[in-house]
């Protein structure tokens, strides 16, 4: 059984930094696809962040430049560094992992968080102004 677990979550002020985790357990996929995706309330859930199994890299255009998604030394460990932090940035996030042979794309940017079956349940940032 797939479980991922998110933490790191918290509130900060316009400017902060966050450093989100994922551990995952239960699963071995040689080739992978994990993301990060937020919602907040009252809107969809987006993709904010990719990376695959050979360490390349997807960022929506909201936070390029400002979030660093990364693999951790232990394995299914993964990581969202969220640096100079907006209110608009406030929302849940959650990981989400996928075999990559089940997403018909060369990235695992699908945007679409159907394309991804087991998720985290969440850790919520906020950030005021």
């Known amino acids: 059984q797939v479980q991922l677990v998110e933490s790191g979550g918290g509130s900060v002020q316009s400017g902060g930094s966050l450093r989100l985790s994922c551990v995952g357990s239960?699963?071995?996929?040689?080739?992978?696809?994990m993301a990060w995706f937020r919602q907040a309330p009252g809107k969809e859930r987006e993709e904010v962040a990719t990376?695959?199994?050979?360490?390349?890299?997807t960022y929506a255009d909201s936070v390029k430049g400002r979030f660093t998604i990364s693999q951790g030394n232990a394995k299914n460990t993964y990581y969202l560094q969220m640096n100079n932090l907006k209110p608009e940035d406030t929302a849940t996030y959650y990981c989400?992992?996928?075999?990559?042979?089940?997403?018909?794309?060369?990235?695992?940017?699908?945007?679409?968080?159907?394309?991804?079956?087991?998720w985290g349940q969440g850790t919520q940032v906020t950030v005021s102004s």
């Open positions: 989400a992992v996928e075999p990559k042979h089940t997403i018909d794309l060369s990235t695992c940017a699908t945007q679409d968080p159907t394309d991804f079956g087991d």
């Open positions: 990376i695959d199994h050979h360490g390349t890299t």
């Open positions: 239960g699963y071995t996929y040689g080739s992978y696809c």
